[in-house]
């Protein structure tokens, strides 16, 4: 059995509910929704911890993308996860801020346009939910389709990125 890394947390309030925001020792490995257990992420339980300078920086960053200050993030990230998942992962963080993708384009920029249930597969296992925009893939009619945080906070992250005020929790 793989040694499990020592984690830590912070809850924060945001526009989309309350989030978790979870780190190890090297950088951020998971943003958790409200409600949501940690078996889609496969992390072990995390230990309360609220002056981390990762979750610090990544509270400050997050705060000024829902105030409309912020459309890059530079947290140092610790992914876990398959070869592709880490590829699809990846690919995501190079979709710029207001702009959306499907699942074929993402599939077609990973160099196998019939891999696109496989994109799908690995986005639903993405950790870090709005720094590793997820948000940003639609479906091929350009329709909301699967977000772990719900279609509804889905549409708040795009709507914010597309230049709509979010209403201040700061």
Not at 10 to 26: F, H, N, T
Not at 131 to 149: D, E, N
Request: charged share 25%; aromatic share 8%.
């Amino acid at each position: 059995m793989k040694d499990q890394k020592l984690l830590i947390y912070k809850d924060i309030p945001s526009p989309v509910g309350l989030i978790r925001i979870i780190a190890s020792g090297k950088g951020l490995v998971a943003i958790i929704w409200e409600g949501e257990d940690y078996k889609r992420t496969k992390l072990s339980v995390p230990v309360k911890e609220n002056n981390h300078p990762i979750l610090l920086q990544t509270k400050q960053q997050l705060n000024e993308y829902f105030e409309n200050k912020r459309t890059t993030f530079d947290i140092p990230l610790d992914f876990e996860g398959t070869e592709f998942q880490l590829r699809v992962w990846e690919a995501l963080l190079k979709i710029p801020y207001g702009v959306t993708r499907t699942y074929g384009e993402l599939a077609k920029i990973l160099g196998d346009i019939k891999a696109v249930r496989a994109v799908g597969g690995a986005l639903n296992k993405n950790p870090i939910s709005i720094i590793v925009p997820c948000h940003r893939v639609v479906g091929a009619s350009g329709k909301l389709v699967g977000f772990a945080g719900g279609l509804k906070n889905k549409s708040i992250l795009l709507d914010l990125e597309q230049g709509f005020t979010m209403p201040s929790l700061f």
